[in-house]
């Protein structure tokens, strides 16, 4: 059964920093990951798409890395402002593409 | 444009009572998919449809029922509440072919 485990559960920062959030998950045999951000009392919203065959996605501030062989991944996020504070999601796709695996959120606050 | 829309939004029941969520795509999505996020852990898959017509069980099936009534919605039954069940609950929808599942805001129920 695949876990997928994010670390650190929270994190606060002052503006402006450069921050990495991680995450695991304990089934290399994945189709894709997928990095969310979720706002407090709203739904999910995809940052980052990667799939399986890739080792990075970029998006502006953003920046998505995975080692499959290893079961790892890492959010990126440079220059962090206050708008970044909200929980973000790791999930893997298995292999049949139709089943997501979340894991437990790393909640980040952006001090001004 | 609407996405994905449930309702209700917030729900209170007692113990043993019964209720519906309902969940609507407006994206001709053909999978759907009922998660449920309890505090501090990620979403957890509860049933999905892959097509009209077709339902599968996922990680925490047990307690709940769904139908797939048509193309645009998906309904998540609870037959006889239990506060196990308090929680938030997220419809999601996703093209064939495609890798990004598109989230409701979202329902949050309490059971007394």
């Known amino acids: 059964k695949q876990e997928v485990t994010q670390i650190p559960a929270a994190l606060s920062v002052p503006e402006g920093e450069n921050l990495v959030l991680n995450c695991s998950f304990t089934d290399s045999a994945i189709y894709n990951l997928q990095w969310f951000r979720q706002d407090p009392g709203k739904g999910l919203t995809s940052l980052l798409l990667i799939q399986s065959s890739q080792r990075e996605q970029t998006s502006g501030r953003l920046n998505a890395s995975l080692d499959k062989s290893s079961g790892r991944s890492t959010l990126y996020i440079a220059a962090s402002q206050p708008g970044d504070s909200a929980t973000y999601l790791c999930?893997?796709?298995?292999?049949?593409?139709?089943?997501?695996?979340f894991g437990g959120g790393t909640r980040l606050m952006v001090k001004p | 444009n609407a996405g994905v829309t449930q309702t209700p939004k917030f729900q209170v029941l007692k113990t043993g009572q019964s209720m519906t969520l309902q969940c609507a795509q407006d994206m001709n999505h053909n999978s759907m998919y009922w998660y449920r996020q309890d505090p501090g852990m990620g979403l957890r898959l509860i049933y999905y449809s892959a097509s009209e017509g077709t339902t599968d069980k996922g990680e925490v099936p047990n307690g709940y029922n769904v139908s797939r009534l048509n193309k645009r919605e998906f309904s998540l039954r609870l037959e006889s509440a239990a506060p196990s069940q308090t929680s938030v609950y997220f419809c999601a929808s996703r093209a064939t072919g495609g890798d990004i599942q598109y989230f409701g805001a979202g329902t949050r129920l309490s059971v007394l």
């Open positions: 999930a893997v796709t298995n292999n049949a593409g139709n089943m997501l695996t």
